[in-house]
């Protein structure tokens, strides 16, 4: 999803060929994580049908045909409601952490050292994350801040659930003696 | 003399303020030229374990060792004479003369080490311009920004050139950008001068720029383990 509105906003700075679409997009969004050249015609071909972009002019000069990409009135006005929407919060990460500590908890392990591998291993990753923005440029090092941030935010939940390990331990044994068959 | 490849340690160090145990045996090793973060929620010892690796506070018990003396174990003379020479400190807060200018806080430890005063002041200036605050040698540090002043303190604490620098939520103050900027700082000038840092952090993103961390919880420590993360 989030690479067709990275395509358009591409077309909406100036009508592109696919070569030049899948090179900027690299350029701009994906230097860690490159557009596939069947990735780009997909997507393009999806826009198509959506009447999105539109395929503005042919050119042939002995090869093969080449398109010109353009985005549509109807491309812009999605783009922009797009950028003025805020998205919907992807708590996947925070589900999956909460699932383990339970889960440890019920089996009688201890999940403070979960919890604390846990902890290792997002900084680990924010030791990474951290090089990687200081050696790299302005875009890679916002896009190394956002994820920094959402590391952060766990790391702060996996502190405060630390402490509340003893509570959430007395509460989660009471509900397992009232199902207990 | 036991050499245990460490520039500093703390041996099961315990210390007390009246009834409260703020350390109850905490360990940890620091190798030279290393960054270390001890990090742990507000309350858990680790700015007393930092004060005590320093030797600012004496441990009730156990050892801390320095460049393979027993810090613990040296009189209070000859431990601020180390303070002085040896070790650099940065804080969240206050450490600098707010009547001084930021040239005369930062030439005010090679002073007191009796450099001259023309060459403390010259360096007291390259150092300024080091930190991206050239021109600002008269400015009074009440004047500065509170990202400048904290780079005053840490032009102050490295102009000595110490072996360790000791901070204490360095960017605890600051502002998201400040504090990067004095966090990128920090570390270039270590890693370029191969100087060891022990820094004291709640935010796990000041930390991440360090090589491992500590964490200290109810006074003790613990070293992560390192993680497979699952795929």
Redesign the interface.
């Known amino acids: 999803m989030s690479a067709s509105y990275a395509l358009l906003g591409i077309l909406g700075r100036q009508s592109s060929y696919g070569y030049e679409l899948k090179r900027d997009y690299d350029f701009f969004y994906g230097k860690d994580k490159p557009l596939a050249f069947g990735q780009v015609y997909a997507t393009l071909s999806r826009l198509l049908r959506d009447k999105k972009i539109s395929t503005q002019a042919a050119e042939q000069s002995g090869g093969p045909e080449r398109k010109l990409y353009a985005i549509t009135n109807m491309g812009r006005s999605d783009l922009e409601s797009w950028l003025a929407t805020p998205e919907k919060l992807h708590p996947n990460t925070q589900t999956v952490l909460f699932i383990k500590v339970v889960t440890a908890i019920l089996l009688d392990k201890a999940p403070n050292e979960y919890l604390d591998a846990q902890r290792a291993a997002h900084l680990e990753r924010m030791r990474e994350l951290t090089a990687l923005r200081r050696k790299g440029d302005l875009a890679q090092l916002l896009q190394a801040d956002y994820a920094l941030f959402h590391l952060e935010a766990d790391l702060r939940w996996i502190d405060l659930t630390v402490a509340r390990l003893q509570a959430l331990t007395k509460e989660i044994q009471m509900r397992g003696v009232l199902h207990e068959r | 003399m036991k050499d245990s490849g460490f520039i500093l340690e703390a041996r099961e160090v315990t210390k007390s303020f009246g009834l409260t145990r703020a350390l109850q045996g905490a360990s940890l090793e620091v190798r030279q030229g290393e960054i270390l973060a001890i990090m742990g929620?507000s309350g858990s010892g680790k700015s007393t374990l930092l004060h005590c690796l320093a030797g600012i506070f004496k441990p009730d018990s156990g050892e801390v060792w320095f460049d393979g003396q027993r810090l613990d174990q040296l009189d209070e003379t000859k431990r601020t004479e180390l303070r002085r020479t040896a070790f650099g400190f940065v804080f969240q807060f206050g450490q600098l003369v707010p009547e001084l200018s930021a040239a005369d806080n930062i030439a005010l430890p090679l002073l007191l080490n009796k450099v001259g005063r023309k060459e403390a002041y010259e360096k007291a200036v390259s150092w300024l311009k080091r930190l991206d605050l050239d021109g600002l040698e008269g400015r009074r540090t009440g004047e500065l920004s509170g990202g400048e002043a904290q780079r005053v303190a840490l032009a102050r604490a490295l102009v000595t050139h110490p072996r360790v620098l000791f901070a204490d939520e360095p960017t605890g103050s600051l502002d998201s950008l400040s504090g990067e900027k004095v966090m990128?700082l920090l570390v270039d000038i270590a890693r370029e001068e191969g100087r060891t840092v022990v820094l004291v952090t709640h935010?796990?993103?000041v930390?991440?720029?360090?090589d491992r961390?500590v964490?200290v919880?109810d006074g003790k420590t613990?070293t992560?383990?390192?993680?497979?993360?699952a795929q």
Not at chain 2, 224 to 229: D, L, P, R, Y
């Open positions: 929620p990128d935010e796990a993103r930390a991440a720029y360090a961390e964490i919880r613990s992560q383990a390192k993680a497979e993360v």
